[in-house]
C-alpha cells in the first residue's frame, strides 16, 4: 500500500506533560499521540512537529505531519484517535497533505500567547493557565518595549542557557498586548521562529520593566548585549500558549 502524508492540528493542556518531544522516563504530547495513532494504524508513527513545546506550555494549534500507509480515512482517523486520546490532549484536524509537506519547515511563522493575571487576588479557575502576578506593573511601559521587539534581531539575550543553535537571529512579525477586565493581560508575539524559551524569557524581562527593575532604555539596550545574564527571570511555562501555526 502506498504511504500517504497527514497533517494533524492538536490542542493540549501541557499541565501533566513534560513538554512535546518524547523523553525517556517522562511523559509527553508526542509519545501519547503517537502511540495512540500506533494502535489505530498497526504500525509505528513517527510525528514531525512544527515546534517543541516546554514541559508544562500548551497549545491551540500544535501542527505536526506523518506518513502512514493505512486504509482509515482521515475522518475517521480522527474520530478514532479522539476515543483514544486522554481529555487533556485533542485532535483537531486530520487531513492529508502533499508528500513533500513538512510541520516544521514549511511553517512560515507561529504565534504564541503568554497570559497574566496582574491583581491582588489570584483566581482559582484557570490558575494553570496564567501567570499571576500581584503587583502592580507598568504596563504602557511594557508595551512600548514589547514593541521594540519587532523586525530582525539577534534575540540571543532571550535565549535559555546551554542552547546549540548557531543561528540566534529571528524576525518578530508583529506583537500585541491586550486586557481583558481590569486583571487579565495577554501578550501576543508571531515570528519566524524562536529560539528555546524566547518567549518566556521575553516575558519575564516585560515584567522586569513592569516592576521598575528596568527602564525602557536599558530594556532596549539589553540586545546588543547578547547576555541571557542581563535580562530578566524566565516566566514560567504554564502562562504560554502555541496558539496557531502559519503556512
Not at 494502535?39 to 491551540?60: E, N, S, Y
Request: charged share 20%.
Amino acid at each position: 500500500m502506498t504511504k500517504t502524508n497527514y497533517k494533524l492540528v492538536l490542542e493540549y493542556d501541557g499541565s501533566n506533560y513534560h513538554g512535546w518531544q518524547r523523553q525517556k522516563g517522562v511523559l509527553t504530547i508526542q509519545e501519547v499521540v503517537e502511540t495512540h495513532l500506533a494502535l489505530m494504524t498497526q504500525a509505528p508513527v513517527r510525528l514531525i512537529a512544527a515546534g517543541r513545546t516546554d514541559a508544562g506550555v500548551h497549545a491551540r494549534g500544535q501542527v505536526a505531519n506523518f506518513f502512514s500507509e493505512t486504509g482509515i480515512a482521515p475522518e475517521n482517523l480522527l474520530r478514532g484517535l479522539n476515543s483514544l486520546l486522554p481529555s487533556d490532549i485533542v485532535a483537531l484536524e486530520l487531513t492529508q497533505v502533499p508528500m513533500k509537506f513538512h510541520a516544521r519547515f514549511w511553517a512560515a511563522s507561529k504565534i504564541y500567547e503568554y497570559r497574566i493575571h496582574n491583581g491582588p487576588i489570584t483566581p482559582a479557575l484557570g490558575r494553570q493557565y496564567l501567570w499571576a502576578i500581584r503587583q502592580n506593573l507598568r504596563w504602557d511601559e511594557m508595551k512600548t518595549c514589547l514593541q521594540l521587539l519587532e523586525g530582525r534581531h539577534d534575540f540571543t539575550s532571550f535565549q535559555a542557557a546551554g542552547s546549540s543553535v548557531r543561528n540566534t537571529e529571528r524576525e518578530i512579525f508583529s506583537t500585541r498586548l491586550d486586557s481583558e477586565g481590569k486583571h487579565l493581560w495577554t501578550i501576543t508575539i508571531e515570528a519566524n521562529g524562536f529560539l528555546r524559551h524566547m518567549v518566556r524569557n521575553i516575558v519575564g524581562t516585560l515584567v522586569e520593566v513592569g516592576r521598575g527593575r528596568f527602564t525602557v532604555e536599558q530594556f532596549s539596550a539589553l540586545m546588543a548585549t547578547r547576555d541571557r545574564k542581563q535580562a530578566g527571570m524566565t516566566a514560567p511555562a504554564r502562562g504560554l500558549c502555541l496558539c496557531k501555526v502559519c503556512y
